[in-house]
């Protein structure tokens, strides 16, 4: 920050929890929880995948495949 803003950056910091992450973790292999895909797009076709983006059609997570 600059010398002369008067806001303050706070830290931001995570508490790990070890029972959660392993919960989580058994849900996800049990396939009760599955990340939502919305779209793919090829490495080239990146910039398409970013106006996709912030045209705020995305209803999942957008993947950009690398081959």
Do not use: C, W
């Given at each position: ?7 303050k ?59």
């Amino acid at each position: 920050m600059a010398p002369f803003v008067t806001q303050k950056l706070p830290g931001l910091l995570a508490k790990v929890n070890t029972a959660d992450l392993s919960f989580l973790a058994d849900l996800i292999q049990a396939g009760k929880i599955a990340p939502v895909l919305d779209r793919s797009y090829a490495l080239k076709e990146t910039a398409s995948a970013i106006r996709y983006l912030e045209q705020g059609h995305a209803r999942g997570k957008v993947v950009i495949t690398v081959p």
